[in-house]
Protein backbone atom coordinates (compact mmCIF):
# COMPACT_ATOMS: atom_id res chain seq x y z
CA UNK A 1 0.00 0.00 0.00
CA UNK A 2 0.88 3.63 -0.09
CA UNK A 3 3.35 5.02 2.32
CA UNK A 4 2.97 8.62 3.88
CA UNK A 5 5.86 9.83 5.37
CA UNK A 6 5.75 13.30 7.44
CA UNK A 7 8.86 15.79 8.64
CA UNK A 8 9.41 16.76 10.74
CA UNK A 9 7.58 14.61 13.70
CA UNK A 10 8.60 16.99 15.91
CA UNK A 11 8.97 21.51 16.12
CA UNK A 12 9.37 23.83 18.82
CA UNK A 13 8.76 27.17 17.72
CA UNK A 14 8.88 31.07 18.92
CA UNK A 15 5.61 32.94 18.32
CA UNK A 16 5.91 34.89 15.15
CA UNK A 17 8.84 32.19 13.17
CA UNK A 18 7.92 30.62 9.91
CA UNK A 19 7.62 27.00 9.25
CA UNK A 20 7.45 24.47 6.39
CA UNK A 21 5.93 20.92 6.85
CA UNK A 22 6.63 18.39 4.15
CA UNK A 23 4.46 15.27 3.19
CA UNK A 24 6.08 12.63 1.08
CA UNK A 25 3.99 10.10 -0.71
CA UNK A 26 5.00 6.54 -2.36
CA UNK A 27 2.59 6.37 -5.25
CA UNK A 28 0.06 8.40 -7.47
CA UNK A 29 -3.01 9.49 -5.34
CA UNK A 30 -6.26 10.48 -5.95
CA UNK A 31 -6.75 13.07 -3.22
CA UNK A 32 -4.88 15.16 -0.40
CA UNK A 33 -6.09 17.30 2.59
CA UNK A 34 -4.14 18.85 5.54
CA UNK A 35 -5.29 18.47 9.06
CA UNK A 36 -5.22 20.55 12.23
CA UNK A 37 -5.88 18.31 15.14
CA UNK A 38 -7.00 20.28 18.13
CA UNK A 39 -6.37 19.19 21.80
CA UNK A 40 -9.97 18.23 21.83
CA UNK A 41 -9.82 15.81 18.85
CA UNK A 42 -11.30 17.45 16.28
CA UNK A 43 -9.78 17.08 12.66
CA UNK A 44 -9.88 20.56 11.16
CA UNK A 45 -9.55 20.84 7.32
CA UNK A 46 -6.71 23.18 6.25
CA UNK A 47 -6.10 22.40 2.50
CA UNK A 48 -7.69 19.85 0.03
CA UNK A 49 -4.73 20.24 -2.52
CA UNK A 50 -4.48 16.99 -4.61
CA UNK A 51 -2.42 19.70 -6.80
CA UNK A 52 -1.12 23.00 -7.04
CA UNK A 53 -0.84 25.89 -4.64
CA UNK A 54 -3.96 27.47 -2.23
CA UNK A 55 -3.56 30.13 0.00
CA UNK A 56 -5.56 30.82 3.42
CA UNK A 57 -4.31 33.60 5.23
CA UNK A 58 -0.88 32.75 7.19
CA UNK A 59 -1.01 28.99 5.61
CA UNK A 60 -0.37 27.84 2.06
CA UNK A 61 0.37 24.80 0.49
CA UNK A 62 1.47 23.25 -2.42
CA UNK A 63 1.08 19.89 -4.00
CA UNK A 64 3.79 18.50 -6.73
CA UNK A 65 1.87 15.54 -7.05
CA UNK A 66 4.40 14.32 -9.91
CA UNK A 67 6.96 14.60 -7.63
CA UNK A 68 4.79 13.10 -4.95
CA UNK A 69 5.48 15.99 -2.24
CA UNK A 70 3.58 18.43 -0.63
CA UNK A 71 4.72 21.25 1.67
CA UNK A 72 2.44 23.26 4.04
CA UNK A 73 3.76 26.95 4.80
CA UNK A 74 2.77 28.80 8.21
CA UNK A 75 3.89 32.25 8.33
CA UNK A 76 3.95 34.35 11.38
CA UNK A 77 2.81 31.70 14.22
CA UNK A 78 0.91 31.68 16.94
CA UNK A 79 0.25 29.94 19.46
CA UNK A 80 -2.97 28.55 18.37
CA UNK A 81 -1.05 27.14 15.65
CA UNK A 82 -0.07 24.31 18.09
CA UNK A 83 -1.36 21.00 17.61
CA UNK A 84 -0.64 17.93 15.26
CA UNK A 85 -0.83 18.62 11.56
CA UNK A 86 -2.18 15.52 9.61
CA UNK A 87 -1.57 14.73 5.53
CA UNK A 88 -3.71 12.40 4.42
CA UNK A 89 -4.03 10.70 0.92
CA UNK A 90 -6.38 8.39 -0.99
CA UNK A 91 -6.20 6.22 -3.44
CA UNK A 92 -9.04 3.36 -4.46
CA UNK A 93 -11.36 4.92 -1.88
CA UNK A 94 -8.61 3.93 0.60
CA UNK A 95 -7.16 6.87 2.76
CA UNK A 96 -3.78 6.81 4.54
CA UNK A 97 -2.98 9.45 6.59
CA UNK A 98 0.59 10.28 7.61
CA UNK A 99 1.87 10.03 11.48
CA UNK A 100 1.82 13.94 11.81
CA UNK A 101 4.16 16.95 12.58
CA UNK A 102 3.88 17.72 16.49
CA UNK A 103 3.98 21.74 16.38
CA UNK A 104 4.29 23.36 19.61
CA UNK A 105 4.72 27.54 19.59
CA UNK A 106 6.17 28.96 22.53
CA UNK A 107 4.80 32.79 23.09
CA UNK B 1 -22.69 23.62 6.18
CA UNK B 2 -19.92 21.69 6.60
CA UNK B 3 -20.87 20.12 9.54
CA UNK B 4 -20.64 16.07 10.68
CA UNK B 5 -22.40 15.71 14.41
CA UNK B 6 -21.17 12.73 16.62
CA UNK B 7 -22.79 10.76 19.89
CA UNK B 8 -22.04 10.85 22.47
CA UNK B 9 -19.01 13.16 22.83
CA UNK B 10 -17.92 10.12 25.35
CA UNK B 11 -18.76 6.66 26.12
CA UNK B 12 -17.25 4.57 29.36
CA UNK B 13 -18.50 0.97 28.32
CA UNK B 14 -17.82 -2.74 30.45
CA UNK B 15 -16.57 -5.65 27.89
CA UNK B 16 -19.84 -7.30 28.10
CA UNK B 17 -22.17 -4.22 27.29
CA UNK B 18 -23.69 -2.93 24.02
CA UNK B 19 -23.47 0.63 22.77
CA UNK B 20 -23.48 2.02 19.03
CA UNK B 21 -22.22 4.91 18.23
CA UNK B 22 -24.16 7.66 15.86
CA UNK B 23 -22.66 9.82 12.65
CA UNK B 24 -25.34 12.55 10.97
CA UNK B 25 -24.25 14.80 8.63
CA UNK B 26 -26.92 16.95 6.35
CA UNK B 27 -24.40 17.96 3.73
CA UNK B 28 -25.54 15.48 0.77
CA UNK B 29 -22.50 13.39 0.99
CA UNK B 30 -22.91 10.09 -0.06
CA UNK B 31 -19.92 8.31 1.01
CA UNK B 32 -19.01 8.15 5.11
CA UNK B 33 -16.21 6.52 7.03
CA UNK B 34 -15.21 5.42 10.26
CA UNK B 35 -11.77 5.95 11.61
CA UNK B 36 -10.15 4.65 14.85
CA UNK B 37 -7.94 6.87 16.50
CA UNK B 38 -5.53 5.65 19.51
CA UNK B 39 -3.40 8.28 21.30
CA UNK B 40 -0.64 10.05 19.53
CA UNK B 41 -1.14 8.30 16.44
CA UNK B 42 -2.65 9.21 13.17
CA UNK B 43 -6.03 8.01 12.44
CA UNK B 44 -6.96 4.61 10.80
CA UNK B 45 -9.62 3.68 8.64
CA UNK B 46 -11.81 1.40 9.66
CA UNK B 47 -15.16 1.04 7.51
CA UNK B 48 -16.12 2.90 4.04
CA UNK B 49 -19.85 3.32 3.06
CA UNK B 50 -20.84 4.43 -0.44
CA UNK B 51 -24.19 5.03 -1.34
CA UNK B 52 -25.37 3.19 1.70
CA UNK B 53 -23.21 -0.08 0.88
CA UNK B 54 -20.76 -1.36 2.93
CA UNK B 55 -17.62 -0.71 0.07
CA UNK B 56 -14.44 -1.26 2.58
CA UNK B 57 -14.18 -3.27 5.19
CA UNK B 58 -10.78 -2.83 6.82
CA UNK B 59 -10.40 -6.13 8.65
CA UNK B 60 -11.89 -4.91 11.49
CA UNK B 61 -12.94 -7.39 13.97
CA UNK B 62 -16.28 -8.33 13.85
CA UNK B 63 -16.77 -6.73 17.65
CA UNK B 64 -17.42 -3.47 15.33
CA UNK B 65 -20.42 -3.74 13.07
CA UNK B 66 -21.09 -0.72 10.89
CA UNK B 67 -24.56 0.51 9.56
CA UNK B 68 -25.92 2.90 7.23
CA UNK B 69 -29.60 3.25 7.63
CA UNK B 70 -30.04 6.37 5.15
CA UNK B 71 -27.84 9.20 3.51
CA UNK B 72 -27.51 10.74 6.10
CA UNK B 73 -26.47 8.69 9.10
CA UNK B 74 -23.53 6.40 10.00
CA UNK B 75 -23.63 4.05 13.34
CA UNK B 76 -21.06 1.94 14.58
CA UNK B 77 -22.51 -1.03 17.01
CA UNK B 78 -20.44 -2.29 19.82
CA UNK B 79 -19.94 -5.49 21.67
CA UNK B 80 -17.81 -7.50 23.77
CA UNK B 81 -14.94 -4.87 23.14
CA UNK B 82 -11.30 -5.00 24.73
CA UNK B 83 -9.28 -2.42 26.81
CA UNK B 84 -7.50 -1.95 24.04
CA UNK B 85 -10.34 -0.76 21.63
CA UNK B 86 -10.96 2.20 24.29
CA UNK B 87 -9.53 5.23 21.36
CA UNK B 88 -11.01 8.04 19.28
CA UNK B 89 -13.82 6.82 16.91
CA UNK B 90 -13.74 9.69 14.38
CA UNK B 91 -16.54 9.71 11.43
CA UNK B 92 -16.18 11.43 8.10
CA UNK B 93 -17.77 11.97 5.08
CA UNK B 94 -17.39 13.55 1.76
CA UNK B 95 -19.31 13.93 -1.45
CA UNK B 96 -19.46 11.24 -3.99
CA UNK B 97 -16.13 9.04 -2.75
CA UNK B 98 -12.55 9.68 -1.38
CA UNK B 99 -11.30 11.98 -4.16
CA UNK B 100 -13.44 14.35 -2.83
CA UNK B 101 -12.92 16.14 0.28
CA UNK B 102 -13.57 14.87 4.22
CA UNK B 103 -15.00 16.62 6.63
CA UNK B 104 -14.82 15.10 10.11
CA UNK B 105 -17.05 14.92 12.87
CA UNK B 106 -15.71 15.84 16.68
CA UNK B 107 -15.15 12.61 17.49
CA UNK B 108 -16.48 9.71 20.49
CA UNK B 109 -13.73 9.34 22.84
CA UNK B 110 -14.41 5.23 23.78
CA UNK B 111 -13.01 3.78 27.45
CA UNK B 112 -13.64 0.23 27.30
CA UNK B 113 -13.35 -0.77 31.42
Known amino acids: GIQVEQSPPDLILQEGANSTLRCNFSDSVNNLQWFHQNPWGQLINLFYIPSGTKQNGRLSATTVATERYSLLYISSSQTTDSGVYFC?????????FGKGTRLHILP | DTEVTQTPKHLVMGMTNKKSLKCEQHMGHRAMYWYKQKAKKPPELMFVYSYEKLSINESVPSRFSPECPNSSLLNLHLHALQPEDSALYLC????????????FGPGTRLTVT
Open chain 1, 88 to 96: AVARDDKII
Open chain 2, 92 to 103: ASSLRDSTYEQY
